[in-house]
């Protein structure tokens, strides 16, 4: 189970961190990523880390801005936001899954999907 948080309100340029906490002791063989969605939209991929915090992936309009890390100890990946814009407002949501990729992480298809969390950037 996937609980994703730390979502709010905050002014462009600013930052948050997004939380997304697992229960069971699998967690660490599992990629995590993160999507956002807006409401009337398609889901947008935005970052993904491998199982081994290896290969990490962004999507082109938050590369250099965002960083995803995981806590292996304490089954939690975060997704560190930085200089945020109003584009970047959406319902963020993670997602797991324990299949590999030759193509890395952004390839997998994410079979295990927690709550979002709602991110509202104001300008």
């Known amino acids: 189970q996937l609980q994703a948080s730390g979502g709010g309100l905050v002014q462009a340029g600013g930052s948050l961190r997004l939380s997304c906490a697992a229960s069971?002791?699998?967690?660490?063989?599992?990629?995590v990523a993160w999507f956002r969605q807006v409401s009337g939209k398609e889901r947008e991929f935005v970052s993904c880390?491998?199982?081994?915090?290896?290969?990490?992936s962004y999507s082109d309009p938050v590369k250099g801005r965002f960083t995803i890390s995981r806590d292996n100890a304490k089954n939690t990946v975060y997704l560190q936001m930085n200089s945020l814009k109003p584009e970047d407002t959406a319902t963020y949501y993670c997602?797991?899954?324990?299949?590999?990729?030759?193509?890395?992480?952004?390839?997998?298809?994410?079979?295990?999907w927690g709550q979002g969390t709602q991110v509202t950037v104001s300008s």
């Open positions: 880390i491998p199982w081994d915090g290896g290969s990490t």
């Open positions: 997602a797991a899954d324990r299949r590999y990729s030759a193509y890395g992480c952004n390839a997998l298809p994410y079979d295990h």
């Open positions: 069971g002791r699998a967690f660490s063989t599992y990629a």
